[in-house]
């Protein structure tokens, strides 16, 4: 997503996940998140479900509800949504519109379960519900919470399934249209998991904060969504033990538990929660830790939104009164900046060049986040070279032709001797 000024408050859409428990075969846990003031928020929810453990007889049936609760600051115009779930336990049936868009006013682009459908794509398969809908007319505002679309699964065996809201190419829900009170493209940001269903015993399971994480900042987890849906006395909780691998060597336990990384990697951190019974569950997932610094990426284009190629663009960057560095892209390429390793806070860009008019804007860097933005500026043709003659150009043309005139002269004068010696 593209940066925004300091004095822009982005709104900054998160994932939540509602608890919900139907019977001691089902259960529903949530992340560890909650939701902050004025902003929207994208959750799943179940609907109903039916009790029993599936046999040879009976198969039970599980109701999903993806909702939007959108805040008076946001509305939307369409999303493209896609949710993962464990199709050896699970098994998508069917998938319903809710009610964030009146009947009849939307283009359906893409209806795809378990890769059948309409206009199915390269990331549908069959653990796969995808849906991508365009609204066509305008944007629907908040303050509200709607009922994006329901699933319908059929529970084929004893297991559990994680769900995840994503975008098959950024990893992020999208949601169209979705604008803070700015105007500015409101982002989404989301968990690796959403909830975990479980109809089988002891069931591990962790969330992970914050949505950054940083080298030596501290990362935390929380295990208290393990859950047994078959015994959930507090007295069976409280006998419950956890131990952590962090996947750098370290190890911990309890419940929540808090460590810092020395260095940006991909670590695999896994949780075994263990009864008083000795029954334990396993379960790992992969945490990504990124440098505390951040980057900025900039697009430089004219008033038209054509990118500059004809001129050098000179780029100043400030923080406060210091100069940290001065760059200048080619002339003839798209004028482009990467400032990498930058130190978090706001920073002062001069933008100059032949044909360019002087321009000053403000970016602000987060850590562990690279921002890219595009650039403005007024662009005019360069004022081209005086070619009139100066001075001292008449003078060497006067001296020449005084020159060539005293040359001319003298080759006269020398012809006129000759011809009165033959006389």
Request: with cysteine; charged share 10%; net charge neutral.
């Amino acid at each position: 997503m593209g940066g925004r000024i300091s004095t822009v408050r982005k709104t900054v859409l998160v994932v939540l996940l509602i608890i919900s428990v139907y019977s001691t075969s089902v259960q529903f846990l949530p992340p560890a998140l909650a939701q902050s003031g004025g902003t929207s928020v994208l959750y799943v929810s179940p609907i109903s479900s039916s009790s029993a453990k599936p046999n040879s007889s009976f198969m039970p049936s599980l109701s999903l509800a993806v909702n939007l609760n959108l805040s008076s600051a946001d509305s939307v115009s369409g999303y493209d949504i896609y949710m993962s779930y464990n199709s050896t336990v699970l098994d998508a049936t069917g998938v319903q519109l809710g009610d964030l868009f009146p009947t009849g006013t939307t283009v359906n682009a893409t209806y795809c379960v378990n890769d059948i459908g309409y206009n199915c794509l390269g990331y549908d398969s069959i653990n796969i519900v995808h849906l991508s809908i365009a609204y066509t007319g305008g944007t629907v505002p908040g303050p509200s919470t709607y009922t994006v679309f329901t699933v319908q699964f059929s529970v084929l065996k004893i297991g559990h399934s994680f769900f995840q809201l994503f975008n098959g190419t950024t990893g992020s829900p999208n949601v169209f249209g979705a604008v803070d009170s700015s105007g500015l493209p409101a982002s989404l940001s989301v968990l690796t998991w959403n909830g975990v269903y479980s109809n089988d015993g002891l069931q591990a399971f962790f969330n992970v904060s914050p949505d950054i994480l940083l080298v030596n900042n501290p990362v935390y987890f929380d295990a208290s969504a393990s859950f047994n849906p078959e015994n959930s006395s507090s007295s069976y909780r409280s006998g419950l033990s956890y131990n952590w691998d962090f996947g750098d060597g370290s190890t911990g336990n309890g419940v929540t538990v808090s460590h810092y990384y020395t260095s940006k990697n991909n670590y695999d951190v896994s949780l075994v929660v263990t009864d008083t019974l000795g029954n334990s569950s396993i379960v790992s997932r992969t945490v990504v830790v990124v440098p505390a610094l951040g980057v900025l990426v900039l697009s430089i284009k004219d008033q038209k939104g054509e990118p500059v190629r004809n001129q050098s663009v000179i780029l100043a960057l400030y923080n406060g009164s210091i100069l940290v560095e001065t760059l200048a892209s080619r002339a003839g390429t798209d004028a482009q900046f990467r400032l990498s390793e930058l130190i978090p806070g706001t920073y002062r860009l001069d933008f100059s060049g032949q044909g360019i008019t002087p321009a000053s804007k403000q970016e602000t860097v987060i850590a562990g986040v690279t921002r890219t933005d595009v650039i403005f500026l007024d662009v005019h043709a360069p004022t081209p070279p005086d070619s009139s003659p100066d001075v001292w150009t008449y003078l060497i043309v006067g001296i020449i032709v005084a020159i060539l005139i005293l040359g001319a002269l003298d080759v006269m004068r020398e012809r006129s001797r000759k011809r009165r010696r033959r006389l």
